[in-house]
């Protein structure tokens, strides 16, 4: 039997090996009118990396091989640790270089950065979007933190602003970057807040940068890996906001189990947890009652990186369609020619 080769055609390629940024005409555009000009060597130079075959295949694995919770090691000894895909571990660098996570904060700030921060996050989002959430809640937090991070912290700022990815297990003054979580949501509330049950009582003294014991849960635990995490609990004057580091001062690691990762139709490359507190160790920020209102400033931030997220899955989208129609054939005319 003769097997003749089967000639595929009228199939167009692939998008990839693309600027992002120069392709892109009402981004390059909104960049001048709104005053980030300065940033556009930067942008170019970030949408060309961006838009490789390489960086696109990144995206991929990092959502086909998901993040994987080690709960013991080999001897039995609780981890509580997330183990990443090496795609993801590529993808973080890449956002924390453009300093999606703190460019609005940096004492030396250009004008209109964030303006030239939105460019960056468009971007971004265009390849892979879970590795977006770590540093929309660390770009959200560090305002906060810079008014209430409690005094034995202070060590945290420097890492804070800087353009490193992180990973080791060590206490946050001694790493050369950080990032920020988030935990609200728990199973009774949802959306509820003021139905929080968890709860925080002092070892001494109450009032701001004061050391909590806490006791709960968490439903919703973003980025269980972060190096601490902001979160709400109940103390005698009402919620309270609390900065709960993942390991203490003096190394050891905070009580915090993570029960499980959520099983998600979308968002997949990012680790989202479940988490009791078991005595967990926290630090006020502000005055006991005024979780809510603290709290909210960094989640009203994240939601505008939201929308940027939207706006930059939607650009790749399109993209993706009129370079399909460009190329794609019906009745002898492309598609992008059909009326």
């Known amino acids: 039997m003769t097997w003749t080769t089967h000639t595929v055609f009228n199939q167009p390629h692939p998008l990839s090996n693309s600027n992002l940024f120069l392709s892109d005409t009402p981004l390059s555009e909104a960049l001048q009118r709104e005053g980030a000009e300065w940033d556009r060597e930067w942008l170019a130079s970030v949408g060309l990396q961006l838009g490789s075959a390489e960086s ?129 949501t728990e199973k009774q509330g949802g959306s509820d807040l003021l139905t929080t049950t968890t709860r925080a009582e002092p070892l001494g003294a109450r009032g701001p940068g004061e050391i909590y014991r806490l006791t709960g849960h968490k439903w919703f635990f973003s980025v269980p890996q972060s190096d601490a995490h902001l979160v709400l609990a109940q103390t005698p004057a009402g919620l309270s906001c609390f900065f709960l580091p993942r390991l203490l001062p003096d190394g050891s690691r905070n009580a915090i189990q993570i029960e499980r990762l959520k099983d998600k139709l979308g968002n997949r490359s990012n680790a989202s947890s479940e988490v009791e507190f078991r005595g967990a160790t ?7 009652g005024e979780g809510v209102r603290l709290i909210l400033k960094m989640g009203g931030m994240t939601r505008f990186d939201c929308a940027l997220g939207s706006h930059g899955q939607m650009r790749r989208a399109f993209s993706v369609a009129l370079y399909h129609a460009h190329q794609r054939q019906v009745l002898g005319k492309n598609l992008v020619d059909q009326h």
């Not at 991929?60 to 919770?69: D, G, I, K, S």
């Not at 709960?71 to 973080?92: C, K, N």
């Not at 924390?96 to 964030?114: D, F, G, I, K, Y």
């Not at 926290?282 to 006991?288: A, H, N, Q, S």
């Open 56 to 184: 696109l295949e990144l995206g991929r694995l990092a959502n086909a091989e998901p993040p994987e919770l080690l709960r013991y090691d080999a001897r039995g000894v609780r981890l509580d640790e997330v183990r990443f895909h090496p795609a993801w571990h590529l993808l973080m660098q890449g956002v924390c270089a453009s300093r999606l996570h703190n460019l609005s904060w940096q004492p030396t700030v250009r004008e209109h950065a964030s303006v030239a921060r939105a460019a960056r996050f468009i971007l971004h989002a265009q390849v892979e979007a879970g590795t977006l959430c770590p540093v929309t809640m660390t770009h959200a937090a560090i305002p906060l933190l810079q008014t209430y991070l409690p005094a034995a912290f202070e060590g945290w700022l420097d890492p804070l602003l800087s353009d490193r990815y992180d990973t080791h297990a060590q206490p946050g003054d001694q790493k050369r970057g950080l990032l920020i979580g988030m935990g609200m």
């Open 282 to 288: 926290g630090w006020l920020l502000g005055e006991e």
